[in-house]
């Protein structure tokens, strides 16, 4: 799931300091055979990329999510401080309103309004599936302690952290006191371990999350918001995080470290259900990533089917985001049952100077939302493009 400059910079917190990862310094190796990439070929798969946040406002974004009607955008940023102070350490929350043409397409943002309260760490910003002005997000509310350990590092180069005053909140953006203590409503989480990385199925019963409460690595839990039970579902050992359901709710995607190699793969759960439509666990797991690269941030087409995600495969000093097969192997349309152990028809789809990462879909799968630092500024900001890869042509090399 999920998100350190000059290269680095800050030490920032959950799944939305994976920015740190954009600034890690070359790798050893040189790109991959087959993997060079064709910028002339991104302008068909993204053609017309637009920046949505610019340096002139904020020293970093990244990490933002579509509202379901696409007319608004949650993200994280680090604001542009007033004149002779430092910036801030951490990210903070904000929400903003979607810009269109006259044609529909996306122009920009407007209007940031920041949701959580000063000095806080926060990560994970998601809308509701139906109420279009409840948000949930994770927070420290206050300033969260230094001792923190990191929580993922590799080579000391990059890292984010688990604070354990993280907990999932909501906020509800139509009320007064937006952006304060007050305003928030804690739904995970006793502040007491870090719960973080959630998100909501698509009918808004149930919040998946990644939680360190009861010590020990990261696992994946849901919590069926209608009776209030929580159900472990991933408890490999090692990290597991960065969870986001299917469209139709059956399914997880998430990234695991359960090898203990600082390597994220990615892993796909079938969930089990009981007679009232409550989790109860998981029924399947397959494996979509096995290789020597970090793979991160998996989130779902809305056909269902395919995932895009970020990847190290290309070099840790330019990640680019990838799109892979999802099936099992079982699925309609796939070749004979079980066949497929890994994810496969894996494609490239961003090509350009700098690191691409966070990738989302609108709720249409029109639009690809996603963290880069392409371009004059060389700083993390949300970039927006229509997506125009067709994900069922097959790779002339397979893909795998």
């Not at 798969?45 to 933002?64: D, I, M, N, S």
């Not at 354990?164 to 937006?178: F, K, Q, S, Y």
């Not at 004979?336 to 350009?352: F, I, M």
Request: glycine share 12%; hydrophobic share 35%; proline share 9%.
């Amino acid at each position: 799931m999920p998100c350190p400059r000059p290269l680095l910079g800050p030490a920032l917190v959950g799944a939305l300091l994976a920015a740190q990862l954009l600034a890690a310094p070359a790798a050893a190796q040189g790109p991959p055979a087959g993997l060079l990439g064709d910028p002339i070929a991104e302008a068909t798969r993204l053609p017309g990329p637009v920046q949505l946040t610019f340096r002139e406002q904020f020293v970093k974004a990244g990490e933002g999510y579509f509202s379901p009607d696409g007319s608004r955008v949650v993200f994280q940023a680090v604001p542009i401080p007033p004149e002779g102070s430092e910036p801030d350490e951490f990210y903070a929350m904000y929400v903003a309103d979607v810009v269109r043409d006259a044609g529909g397409a996306i122009a920009g943002l407007a209007n940031p309004v920041r949701v959580s309260p000063p000095g806080s760490a926060n990560t994970c910003g998601w809308f509701h599936p139906t109420d279009p002005d409840l948000l949930y997000f994770a927070t420290t509310i206050t300033p969260p302690t230094q001792e923190s350990a990191p929580g993922y590092q590799r080579s000391g180069r990059y890292r984010w952290q688990f604070p354990p005053e993280m907990r999932i909140v909501h906020t509800h953006l139509g009320r007064e006191g937006l952006g304060t203590a007050a305003s928030l409503h804690p739904e995970v989480g006793s502040g007491q371990g870090y719960v973080a990385e959630g998100s909501l199925s698509p009918d808004g019963r149930h919040l998946v999350y990644a939680s360190l409460e009861n010590g020990g690595d990261s696992n994946i839990f849901v919590r069926d918001l209608r009776s209030g039970n929580d159900v472990a579902v991933v408890t490999a050992p090692g990290y597991d995080g960065g969870p986001f359901f299917s469209p139709d709710g059956r399914r997880l995607c998430y990234r695991s470290d359960r090898r203990g190699d600082n390597l994220l793969q990615l892993f796909v759960a079938e969930l089990a259900f009981d007679a009232d439509g409550a989790v109860t666990g998981m029924a399947r797991e397959h494996q979509l990533t096995d290789n020597g690269h970090v793979n991160w941030a998996p989130f779902w087409h809305p056909e269902g089917r395919h995932l895009i995600y970020a990847s190290s495969e290309i070099g840790h000093y330019n990640y680019e985001v990838f799109a892979v097969d999802a099936d099992p192997g079982d699925l309609p349309g796939s070749e004979a049952a079980g066949s497929l152990r890994y994810g496969t028809r894996r494609r490239r789809v961003t090509d350009a100077t700098g690191a691409d990462v966070l990738p989302v879909f609108s709720a249409d799968g029109a639009w690809m939302m996603w963290t880069s630092k392409r371009g004059a500024a060389q700083t993390s900001q949300l970039w927006v493009a229509p997506f125009g890869m067709d994900l069922d042509e097959v790779p002339v090399d397979g893909g795998n």
